[in-house]
């Protein structure tokens, strides 16, 4: 989270008493003297004082299924080694209890890894001290790694959870915490209450106790993730190979970056075992650097994050931009356009290249395939699937939901998971890591594209030919800002009026399904339709009959109501993409005004 300024000019006793309980846990001297200053200062009257102390201590960070996520400084609002050690200790409470379900027990131990952002490698120490304190076990990475290695990790040693330091592609200031249960999945409900219950019911830090690494590993309780599990991890990505021995016959080069974050090292060592030699590193953004020097934003889909990269490409003349976010988790990817210039694949496309490539080759052995994706990313996927005969799911927004249809799937014995992705550059092939994985799928796209190269093809002309044969999808997604103090009340009518007054058509065309999920109520005009089975959530789906989709939910960190929408045209050859994909782009800004006037958005 980013700390707002607070204008207040009162002293809020809940504030001074946060404040002062965290002066007296805070370890380090430096920190526990600035805070002290500013209630000092608060007390006498000070209004920036006051300001300050409503920003970091007016709230609490909360514990939800990502984990935290925050700036970091001091403050109860904020990341830093207090906020750390008493969501470890939760977290080692809720293993001690068997509360929420969250898997093996606690002597199976906690595998904790971190990567190169500030305070990262500090954070993954107190969450051992305090893990150990209270007689659980750790398997602690000595060196940085990406989130997908450390959920590999907790699956690989049957640990009971595990725990990584990130904020992912959080601005520079932003740390977090995200915790994994025993599948390696990400945490889901009511295994977040359990845990934030227990952070709640945290005593004072100088009652917690706290082990040192040394007594730590003498007592058996502190271990170091062996070599051998990083080798696991690229031996599986190696297995998932679908084009044997593609890169051999079409080699060519690829340029990647890490985005200052931890991903190079994985990525050149599983592309080299793939056959990829020729793999430059934009040498400025190898090295994990959680200053991020280079980029405005450390985001490799943001405007002018590829800027490096791809000035890079034109100079060695490669045929592939790959680039993962600073904890390489996911993956962007650029190709040569048809224009000269350099063209961005938006995470759909990834996702619908990968998907088909999943489909057509994985090899399972016989059993029924699975494909899952988010609600708010695009249908194609589930007109791929049902093609090919396969299982196709769509869940929740958020990775944690596609790995536990998987779960759920491979648990019923009714099919097995082959691939997985959301529209954010979140992607998983084959079920190795229960999370997305961007040094997989970063393997995975340069080996299609080597086997589509060897018979003359490149990707543009694979989408182009997905698009032929299931139909073209055009998306786009905007917000309607609701700021202010009435902004959370205007979001809420928002949603409620669209619930008492659900459209009838968009933009003339008749809405024939309507699904509400915070009920998993669903009209059909057919009647056909059946509910998802989904956890209730405040989204809903309209599609008309055209088959155009529109979706509404309100975002879940900023004061916004948020649309998505994607219209499906049929094509009946290559030379019509252009033209028909012009053509919808103009109905899509057709469909958003309209929905404006209606909402009164405008």
Not at 319 to 341: H, M, S
Request: include cysteine; charged fraction near 20%.
């Amino acid at each position: 989270m980013s700390l707002e300024q607070n204008a207040t000019a009162e002293l809020d006793p809940v504030q001074l008493s946060r404040a002062e309980a965290y002066v007296v846990d805070e370890p380090d001297a430096g920190v526990r003297a600035q805070v002290e200053a500013m209630i000092a200062s608060a007390r006498v009257g000070g209004r920036d004082a006051r300001a300050e102390l409503a920003n970091r201590f007016g709230q609490l960070l909360e514990f939800g299924t990502a984990g935290l996520r925050g700036s970091i400084g001091p403050g109860t609002a904020c990341m830093n080694r207090v906020v750390i050690m008493r969501a470890a200790w939760g977290l080692a409470r809720a293993l001690l209890a068997s509360d929420g379900g969250l898997g093996r027990p606690a002597s199976a131990g906690v595998v904790i890894g971190f990567d190169g952002r500030r305070l990262s490698r500090q954070f993954a120490e107190d969450t051992a001290a305090i893990l150990n304190g209270l007689g659980v076990p750790v398997h602690l990475f000595d060196e940085v790694v990406p989130t997908p290695l450390c959920a590999f990790a907790v699956r690989h040693l049957q640990a009971a959870a595990g725990a990584m330091v990130t904020a992912s592609h959080n601005p520079p200031e932003d740390n977090g915490f995200k915790v994994y249960q025993s599948t390696g999945g990400q945490i889901i409900a009511p295994q977040d209450a359990a845990i934030a219950g227990w952070i709640d019911r945290a005593p004072p830090l100088r009652e917690m106790r706290r082990v040192s690494p040394f007594a730590a590993a003498v007592a058996g309780l502190r271990h170091a993730v062996a070599p051998e599990v990083v080798a696991a991890w690229h031996q599986a990505m190696a297995s998932c190979s679908m084009h044997p021995g593609a890169a051999a016959a079409s080699n060519f080069p690829i340029v990647y970056t890490a985005m200052h974050g931890v991903g190079a090292r994985h990525v050149v060592m599983a592309l080299r075992t793939a056959g990829f030699d020729g793999v430059a590193c934009v040498p400025s953004q190898t090295e994990p650097d959680g200053a991020f020097p280079t980029v405005a934003f450390p985001n490799p889909e943001e405007k002018g994050a590829l800027d490096l990269a791809l000035a890079l490409a034109d100079e060695v003349g490669a045929e592939l931009v790959l680039a993962n976010d600073p904890d390489a988790d996911r993956l962007a990817v650029a190709v040569p356009g048809r224009d000269g210039g350099w063209r961005p694949l938006s995470g759909n496309e990834v996702g619908w290249l990968l998907g088909a490539d999943a489909l057509e080759h994985f090899d399972t052995g016989g059993a029924r395939k699975l494909v899952v994706t988010t609600i708010v990313s695009s249908s194609l996927l589930g007109r791929m699937a049902r093609a090919h005969g396969a299982d196709y799911a769509e869940v929740l927004t958020g990775f944690k939901w596609l790995a536990h249809a998987g779960e759920r799937a491979a648990a019923a014995g009714r099919s097995r998971f082959v691939f997985g992705y959301e529209e954010a550059i979140g992607y998983e092939v084959g079920g190795i890591v229960r999370d997305k994985d961007g040094v997989h799928a970063a393997v995975r796209l340069a080996e299609l594209t080597a086997f589509l190269r060897a018979s003359g093809q490149s990707l543009l002309d694979r989408l182009d030919a997905l698009a032929l044969r299931y139909g073209l999808p055009v998306g786009d997604q905007w917000s309607a800002r609701m700021g202010g103090a009435d902004g959370i009340a205007r979001i809420a009518a928002t949603m409620a009026r669209l619930r008492r007054e659900p459209l009838r058509d968009l933009a003339g065309s008749p809405v024939v399904l309507r699904r509400d999920l915070a009920d998993d109520s669903v009209w059909s005009a057919d009647g056909s339709a059946q509910p998802l089975g989904m956890p209730p959530a405040n989204v809903l789906i309209y599609v008309d009959a055209a088959g155009t989709r529109l979706i509404v939910r309100p975002s879940g960190t900023e004061p916004k109501v948020k649309f998505y929408i994607e219209t499906l045209a049929k094509v009946q050859s290559v030379g019509d993409i252009d033209a028909v994909r012009a053509a919808s782009r103009e109905r899509i800004v057709e469909l958003r005004r309209a929905l404006d006037e209606a909402l009164s958005l405008g």
